[in-house]
């Protein structure tokens, strides 16, 4: 009996590690979905990408109040996992502060943590506050209530939890060393959770031991619960955001994807020695796409896809659109958050189906996003720019209108026009072409 509670630790660590191992893998199958996309090229710059904008958060500080408070997050987050280290390896083997032993070292490890964490604490408290009281007005699209909402505060509420219960399991233990209980030997420096020890008054030692312990399994589970909860959260982020940054887009912001087809085409019908009755060059056809565009997430990269799954939805891409900013229904952060819904049923789909997608009658285009948000894009690449883990939004609009021009022939009448006019005239302007360039002689 005396290794029941190593037992239990190892059954809760092994279901709670194999369940997040088993939610990667879905995401993994989904993300696969996506058709293949060149991210060999400037790997240097990628790694500098990665660095920088994961890394060192410099994309998110351009906002300099939620910017600091996100990297006191970040930095309690990743730091605060050394103390997780400890635990998982006291709860194993049976021990008690098996680090200890290094002395100086671990003190200020542990005042360290304890100083992050109530940063963390706080931080987290004036987010909510930002997020509920203030209502910043980011936080409140169409796109936003509900589950988004919820899950926002969901995590804010399970990030106070465990800071209360990293501090309380502390201050517990500190009065044990006090108290000279036994295993409870002088380790650690307590900045914070030592004025915690007026709560702890009166107790007995198997009282406070009761407090330490159910402090510091709730902790542990507790870590284990939210590491599965990322799977159906946006703090997927978490985990996505460094391979996201290195393989975003490293070419200029400007610069569209063409397809090849569509531009040897144009060539061929703007040079004057080409036959414009001659037969297509032999081999041309296989650069013809099966389908132009897309309509459905299958039909776009496996990049696009795991963008769709890192977006935090903070907001910021959409309060930089200056379509949404003039009424207009588009909001980059919700194609985002359809391209992962529209992903997530796409991947219970296959599942329910043993490993085959049967066709459900739904696609991304038309049932999740519609013609009028995508139509309302001005290109201009704000949302691109805005995005603090390089997201790309633009691509998926354009590749979604690519589909409506080329399959369905379903552009605004004005770009309609404009079309028929470039083919027909030269220019975009209704005018014969020999007329295209009287405008010289004008006084």
């Not at 060393?177 to 107790?203: E, K, M």
């Amino acid at each position: 009996m005396s290794f029941l509670p190593q037992i239990i630790f190892a059954i809760a660590l092994i279901f709670g590690i194999g369940y997040f191992a088993k939610n990667v893998s879905k995401i993994m199958r989904n993300i696969k979905l996506g058709h293949g996309v060149d991210t060999s090229d400037n790997t240097s710059q990628r790694w500098k990408n990665m660095a920088m904008i994961a890394l060192g958060q410099s994309k998110m500080v351009k906002r300099p109040i939620a910017g600091i408070l996100h990297v006191i997050v970040y930095v309690g987050f990743v730091v605060i996992n050394i103390e997780v280290l400890e635990i998982m390896i006291d709860g194993l083997t049976g021990q008690h502060r098996i680090f200890a032993p290094a002395g100086e070292i671990y003190d200020i490890l542990i005042g360290t943590f304890e100083i992050l964490a109530f940063l963390v604490l706080v931080s987290v408290i004036i987010f909510w506050l930002r997020r509920n009281t203030i209502k910043l007005k980011r936080f409140l699209g169409r796109e936003m209530k509900g589950w988004p909402k919820n899950d926002a505060n969901y995590i804010l509420y399970f990030e106070v939890v465990l800071m209360c219960l990293f501090l309380t399991m502390n201050g517990a233990d500190l009065q044990l060393q006090l108290n000279g209980a036994d295993g409870y030997a002088t380790a650690g420096s307590f900045p914070i959770s030592q004025w915690l020890l007026p709560l702890f008054d009166g107790l007995s030692n198997a009282n406070l031991i009761i407090v330490e312990r159910t402090a510091w399994w709730l902790h542990i589970l507790g870590i284990l619960i939210f590491l599965n909860y990322l799977y159906y959260s946006k703090h997927l982020h978490i985990l996505l955001a460094f391979p996201n940054t290195y393989f975003g887009k490293i070419k200029p912001q400007g610069q569209f994807e063409n397809l090849d087809a569509v531009t040897n085409e144009v060539k061929m019908m703007m040079d004057p020695n080409v036959d414009p009755f001659a037969a297509a060059p032999e081999g041309t056809e296989d650069e013809v796409p099966a389908k132009f565009g897309a309509s459905d997430v299958q039909d776009l990269s496996w990049v696009n896809l795991m963008n769709a799954y890192t977006c935090t939805e903070c907001g910021r891409c959409t309060s930089e659109c200056p379509a949404n900013q003039t009424g207009k229904k588009l909001s980059p952060r919700k194609i985002m958050m359809d391209t992962r819904d529209r992903l997530e049923e796409v991947g219970k789909n296959i599942t329910a189906n043993n490993g085959e997608f049967k066709d459900d009658g739904k696609q991304l285009l038309g049932d999740y996003i519609t013609n009028e948000e995508l139509w309302a894009c001005t290109s201009c690449n704000a949302c691109v720019e805005a995005c603090p883990i390089s997201i790309d939004p633009l691509n998926i609009i354009m590749q979604m209108r690519q589909y409506l021009v080329m399959e369905q022939s379903a552009a605004p009448m004005e770009l309609n026009n404009m079309m028929t006019n470039i083919e027909n005239n030269g220019a975009p302007w209704p005018y014969n072409q020999m007329d295209r360039l009287n405008w010289k002689n004008e006084g």
